[in-house]
């Protein structure tokens, strides 16, 4: 990494990470261990399908989006609103060695709190081979954050209210309808990140064959999820390209 | 408004900023509309009132902004496209874009990186003692005033001697002592062969480091060139001729016989105000009438050939 883009990393990790921003980071990457280490302590019996709404539902389905949303949507939405992107575009350099850098550091911060809190949460959730589902689980969170911070801090470049956006999206899509209406996974960045992870383990990912929670098959999962990615990095540097910066 | 008067800024260096036919609208409001022009090395004021587009012009120069219309040249180069152009840049722009969670000395410091520089510490102090701002390197910005953040902004595009400075505003929230600390600075960075662009809707601070001109009103190319040589151009408009002498009142009564003399007024504080449509002629004829009646001329100070008056005149009509 260049002495441009290594700032630029650094120095969007120190504006993501503001006390209050990460409190309530913190705070959602601990529900996940706070349910698993509680319900261990009330000895409550963990059957397949309370796994699987755990797993899929809370973490997968709602927390990461909804962290990933917290944090990559003011990526570039808040430097565009105090001005400070300024900085950033009179840089030598070409737009994407400023959108990389950014995306990169939003994921790390996303994932890393969650992926620490996700790991440990499968290693008291599950009895048969925890901790291979544990490292699995914490690999999908990872893949996951690349994925929605792509297209969240993308969402930032092109409107003031892309939190808001986010909620809708996060809410009433990715936890919502996309499990609710079949074949809607194939457009949900969590419904591919499952199948991913349901190949690589498919004791922490038991989907249905059929029905509204099918997932999608592994192939086109792997397709969906590096098109998010790229199409969005895309689209970030395509904005950053075409903006005026004011 | 007068019209557009055109005289070439350019020292014979070829052009520093090139614009060509460029126009800038923001749906239905145009900012900025057909400007031409060439800015040469040297200091470059670039002047108008609040509202005129001179932001909107510094940020289509800098690449910031695209044009609606024409293109722009930046050192040779397309400043969209070219981004290798920062490195031989210092920009200051109008807004208080400094991130408040860093110390005066890390922003000079981002900014030397942003630029890909590996600057020595002691680079950096040096560039932040140059604004007078040593004294509070280690502090938040958060807790800058508002000059105080001008002149770290300031630190940080000097950081790299950049060959060109582009400046927006930045004396807003400066007081008289630093007014002053930056004309200083900016003379030497002339002197050291460095070109300056300013923008300003303050007159005596463009007027101070610089007699090279572009006037923006309304969005348009009102003026541009040596400002004396637009109030010379403007030969419509008579110049107004402060004359302290021995004897006024005898000196008056001849000047008004003078064909270049329009009329001539007494002040209160016993000088007197000539007004000349001629100022050459004006100055030929004066010391020869002086000598004749024999009066003692002790100053002669013409009061409008300053860039307020070109800048009025030009703007107001």
Not at chain 1, 45 to 54: K, N, R, S
Not at chain 2, 293 to 317: A, K
């Amino acid at each position: 990494m260049g002495i441009i883009a290594e700032t630029i990393f650094i120095l969007a990790i120190r504006q993501s990470i503001s006390i209050r921003r990460i409190a309530v980071l913190l705070l959602l990457a601990a529900i996940p261990l706070v349910i698993a280490i509680a319900s261990g302590l009330l000895d409550a019996d963990w059957d397949g399908e309370a796994t699987q709404g755990f797993i899929q539902g809370l973490i997968f389905n709602t927390g990461l989006p909804l962290i990933a949303l917290i944090v990559a949507a003011p990526v570039f939405a808040d430097e565009i609103e105090d001005r400070t992107l300024t900085n950033l575009m009179l840089s030598p350099i070409s737009r994407w060695q400023i959108s990389i850098p950014k995306m990169l550091a939003a994921a790390a911060i996303v994932a890393i709190p969650l992926a620490i809190s996700t790991f440990v949460s499968v290693l008291l959730v599950f009895d048969e081979e925890a901790y291979s589902a544990a490292i699995i689980a914490a690999l999908g969170i990872a893949i996951g954050a690349i994925a929605f911070t792509s297209l969240f801090a993308f969402i930032g470049t092109i409107t003031t209210r892309a939190v808001v956006f986010g909620i809708v999206y996060v809410f009433g899509f990715e936890a919502l309808i996309s499990t609710a209406i079949p074949g809607l996974k194939y457009v949900s960045i969590s419904g591919n990140t499952l199948s991913v992870l349901q190949e690589l383990n498919s004791t922490l990912i038991d989907a249905p064959t059929s029905g509204s929670n099918q997932l999608p098959p592994i192939e086109y999962a792997i397709i969906a999820l590096l098109a998010v990615i790229t199409v969005s990095n895309l689209a970030t540097v395509w904005r950053l390209k075409q903006m005026d910066v004011h | 408004m007068q019209s557009h008067t055109e005289i070439d800024t350019r020292n014979g260096n070829g052009a520093i900023v090139s614009l060509d036919s460029v126009s800038k609208w923001f749906g239905n409001v145009v900012a900025v509309s057909d400007i031409t022009l060439k800015i040469g090395s040297g200091i470059t004021g670039l002047l108008g009132p609040n509202g005129a587009g001179k932001t909107t012009l510094l940020r289509m120069m800098c690449g910031l902004y695209s044009t609606s219309e024409g293109s722009v040249r930046l050192l040779g180069t397309d400043p969209r496209t070219d981004h290798d152009v920062y490195k031989r840049i210092g920009i200051m722009t109008e807004n208080e874009s400094a991130y408040e969670f860093m110390t005066g000395l890390e922003f000079v410091r981002l900014s030397a990186r942003l630029k890909d520089l590996r600057r020595e510490e002691a680079h950096l102090r040096a560039a932040i003692e140059r604004v007078d701002m040593s004294f509070a390197l280690d502090r938040k910005i958060s807790t800058y005033s508002r000059g105080m953040r001008q002149r770290i902004r300031l630190a940080a595009a000097l950081v790299g001697d950049p060959e060109l400075l582009i400046l927006d505003e930045p004396l807003n929230g400066a007081d008289p002592t630093q007014r002053l600390r930056f004309q200083e600075i900016l003379h030497q960075t002339a002197e050291e062969g460095r070109s300056v662009i300013i923008s300003s809707h303050i007159l005596e601070e463009v007027e101070e480091v610089s007699e090279s001109v572009v006037l923006v009103v309304n969005g348009k190319l009102a003026a541009q060139g040596d400002f004396h040589a637009i109030r010379a151009a403007l030969d419509d408009r008579p110049y107004h001729v402060k004359i302290e002498c021995s004897d006024p009142k005898q000196l008056g009564g001849e000047l008004a016989k003078l064909p270049a003399v329009q009329s001539v007024q007494f002040d209160p504080d016993g000088s007197i105000v000539v007004l000349t449509t001629n100022v050459a002629v004006l100055q030929l004829d004066l010391p020869v009438l002086a000598q004749h009646n024999d009066i003692r001329l002790t100053r002669i100070q013409p009061i409008d050939d300053s860039l307020e008056s070109v800048f009025s005149y030009l703007v107001e009509g």
